[in-house]
Each structure stands twice: as structure tokens, then as C-alpha cells.
């Protein structure tokens, strides 16, 4: 079905090493073979025919690599087969397939569409018990290139890059078949647009000073954006990008220099790694939660430079007291001393469990409490993906009819595993 799904399917590619993977099994079923040891087969067998791809694929073998695809799929094997085997340990020497002098691959930008045949992409389903399936196939190329044909009687998908996508249509409606869902894309005017589009952006002038935030949750990135922030990097707790992420993002920037705010405090050392290898100035704002970065923000000054803006950021967010309320993975103790439960839900407030209940609500109005709510201006909170609506705005009026002194400043973060991510100032 993958060779199928592919108009010029090559060898020495993801599909090569599927097959050779899929062959493995049924030699393992044929042989009877025990699960961890028809697993380990199966992995071994995948490895061996991604070592196998250059011989099969010139380019590979032209630049001594092997194929990332298939590459990545015998480590997904290897780490499924691990799993189920509850193997621990590293999985197989990744840089072993790498060692070498491979020569540096040359890429270059090129315009997919300049100078092409065809105007039109066009996509559509076709619906139909009797369509002429070979014949369709054959008519597809008469009309232009790109042409694919994939599915089963009665249901077919058809795409093909063509100057008259009314005569493709045309085929298939006077072939007893009815069509829907279709797309025609005028490629040409694609690509224009794209072009002018890239020469825009590079035209334009670049501003002193840039930001790049991480963040987890469009609602988050899409504050920090409002705020000012260019590039946000899609990150935080248990999954912290890595300093070559940031220092792309860094490089995206329009701007004499820039700023980094890794909003956790796993992903701070990162962040300055980054910026020491950047080659313009860079330097980072070491905040350790996104409602940090909303005060750092509001502590910028496009007058100021870069040393001044990172001073003055830093002593914007200085007073912010951050909350984080989140469900326990495992038995534990508070910053008290007092039982965790796995499950139970507990509120953190600037690094420490300060409280631990059984419900959201009430562990945020715990966490409050610690975090002396009473003596503050503003409360800035941030419901998570698994918070509804109705529950957000019930804890609002709650937390309202606590603290009638409290300016509430309430959005969706829709952040993972933090049902609420909260500050007060």
C-alpha cells in the first residue's frame, strides 16, 4: 500500500526499509519465533537495510549517508520493540551509521515552478463502483505530470499538475463518476507570490533590537507575539528545545540583536549557550515562566540597548510571583514534608508544591493563598488545554469573590499539563 501511495516510488527510501522490516516479521511468524526474539529480528532487519540504502540510492552513497527516513523508522522500531520488552538502556550506536568524512551537502534554493509545463494542481475524490481504474491512469499522464491516483472502488483520490483541469474533471464525470472536494491551485501564481513575498522580508530594514520567547500553547504564543515577541519556539516542561532551536529561531529575527526569554528554568542554560554562539549580539532574560516574560516585556525600552533592555527586563519581572497547578506522576512529598499521591492534584509556586488537593479550583485558591494574593495588584492567569471554559470562568468568579482588591487579568494559555498557569504582582 506505501509503494502504491507513491506515483515513483525508489528504492533505498523509508518504503525499502518498511518492506525489508515487514519481511523480517513473516520470517519470524513462519519460524515460530518467541516475541522478544521475532522483535529484536525485526529491528536488527530494519537497521541492516538502512545500512544497505546507499547501495541502492547513488545520491546517498555520493555523500556517505544513509536514508534519514528509513533511518528514523528503524529507530521508531527499535525503541517500540524496547518498550514492549521493557529493554532498558541505550538503543543502537546512532552515530555508527554517521562516522566518516562525509563531504558537506551543498543545498540550494530553487523555484519549484519556474519554467514548468503546467499551470494548475489539481486535486479531487472520485466516487464510483465501475470507474475504469487502469484507464483512468492511463488518461492522468496525457493531461500533465504529477499524476496519482490512489484508493480502492469505490473511493478514489486523484491529484495531477495539468492546464486543463476542466478536461480531467471532464473525464471522470462523463466515466460514470461523481467528484468532490476540489481544490485547483494556480501554481505559477503560487510561486510568484512566494517570491515576492521572500524578496519583501529580506528587504526590510532590520529593527535594533528582536525577541525570541518559548512558550507552550497557541494562546501563550499568540500574547507573547501581541507583546512584541518575533520568533516563539514551541517548548517548556518535558520538552525543552534544544540550543540549536533556539539558535535558529535567534537567526529568523530581523534585528541588530536579540533577546531570549526561555520561560523555564530547565531551558535557561540553553538559552545562553545560544546566544555565545551566535554571531551577532544576542544575550538572554533568564525567565522561568511565561507570565515572567509578559512582565519582562512590559520592561522594554526600543530607546535602550541591549545590555540596559536585559538589565531593566530582569528587574521588570523581579516581584512576579509565579503558580503552577498541574496533576501528580508519581508518589512523592510536598515542600512540607506532607504525602503526594500519585494523581493528586498540587500547586507550585516558584519552584516549590505548596499545595496539594484533589481539584483545580481548589489547589489554585491554596496556591493563592501561599503566594500571598491578598497584598497583590494583579492576578494574571492562564487556563491550559484541559481546563473547559465553563470550569475557567467558574474558578474566575471564585477567585472575584475572594479577593475583591484583585485586578484579574484572565486568558487561555492552552498550555499542556498545567491546567492553570498563574502570576501575581
Known amino acids: 500500500v506505501a509503494f502504491q501511495a507513491v506515483r515513483k516510488p525508489v528504492e533505498g527510501t523509508i518504503l525499502t526499509v518498511l518492506r525489508d ?15 522478544d526474539e521475532a522483535l529484536a529480528h525485526v529491528v536488527e532487519e530494519a537497521y541492516a537495510s538502512v545500512q544497505r540504502t ?5 545520491v546517498l552513497k555520493e555523500n556517505g549517508v544513509v536514508d534519514a527516513g528509513g533511518f528514523g523508522l528503524a529507530i521508531f522500531f527499535d525503541a517500540f520493540a524496547s518498550a514492549l520488552m521493557g529493554k532498558e538502556g541505550p538503543m543502537v550506536d546512532e552515530l555508527a551509521f554517521a562516522r566518516g568524512t562525509a563531504p558537506k551537502v551543498e543545498i540550494e534554493q530553487i523555484n519549484d515552478w519556474e519554467g514548468s509545463a503546467y499551470r494548475y494542481c489539481t486535486e479531487f475524490l472520485v466516487h464510483s463502483d465501475t470507474v475504469d481504474e487502469e484507464a483512468a491512469k492511463e488518461f492522468l499522464p496525457t493531461m500533465g505530470d504529477c499524476d496519482l491516483m490512489v484508493g480502492m472502488h469505490p473511493n478514489f483520490k486523484v491529484h495531477v499538475h495539468s492546464n486543463r483541469p476542466d478536461q480531467v474533471l471532464g473525464w471522470f464525470l462523463t466515466h460514470d463518476a461523481q467528484i468532490s472536494e476540489v481544490h485547483i491551485h494556480n501554481m505559477q501564481q503560487q510561486s510568484a507570490a512566494r517570491t515576492d513575498a521572500l524578496a519583501a522580508e529580506q528587504e526590510a530594514s532590520a529593527k535594533p533590537l528582536g525577541f525570541v520567547a518559548v512558550a507552550a500553547g497557541e494562546g501563550n504564543a499568540k500574547i507573547l507575539k501581541s507583546l512584541g515577541v518575533d520568533v516563539v519556539v514551541s517548548g517548556g ?31 535557561i542554560m540553553a538559552a545562553q549557550t545560544a546566544c555565545d554562539l551566535a554571531e551577532f549580539p544576542c544575550a538572554v532574560v533568564p525567565t522561568k515562566s511565561v507570565p515572567e516574560a509578559f512582565a519582562a516585556l512590559f520592561g522594554f525600552d526600543e530607546d535602550a540597548s541591549l545590555e540596559e533592555n536585559v538589565e531593566s527586563m530582569t528587574e521588570a519581572y523581579d516581584e512576579v510571583k509565579t503558580g503552577e497547578v498541574t496533576t501528580a506522576i508519581k508518589d512523592s512529598k510536598d515542600a512540607h514534608d506532607n504525602p503526594i499521591k500519585e494523581g493528586d492534584v498540587i500547586g507550585i509556586a516558584d519552584g516549590a508544591i505548596e499545595a496539594v488537593g484533589s481539584s483545580t479550583e481548589d489547589v489554585v485558591m491554596s496556591l493563592l493563598d501561599t503566594m500571598d494574593a491578598a497584598d497583590a495588584d494583579t492576578l494574571t492567569i492562564l487556563a491550559g488545554e484541559d481546563l473547559d471554559e465553563d470550569a475557567f470562568n467558574a474558578l474566575i468568579e471564585r477567585i472575584e469573590g475572594a479577593y475583591d482588591d484583585l485586578e484579574i487579568d484572565a486568558h487561555r494559555g492552552d498550555q499542556p499539563l498545567y491546567p492553570v498557569v498563574m502570576s501575581v504582582e
Open 21 to 35: 522490516s515487514a519481511a523480517a516479521a513473516k520470517f519470524a511468524r513462519k519460524k515460530k519465533l518467541g516475541t
Open 54 to 58: 546507499p547501495d541502492l540510492l547513488p
Open 237 to 267: 516542561q518535558t520538552m525543552n528545545p534544544s540550543t540549536k532551536d533556539l539558535l535558529d529561531a535567534a537567526g529568523e529575527v530581523n534585528a541588530d540583536a536579540v533577546i531570549i526569554l526561555p520561560n523555564n528554568k530547565n531551558i
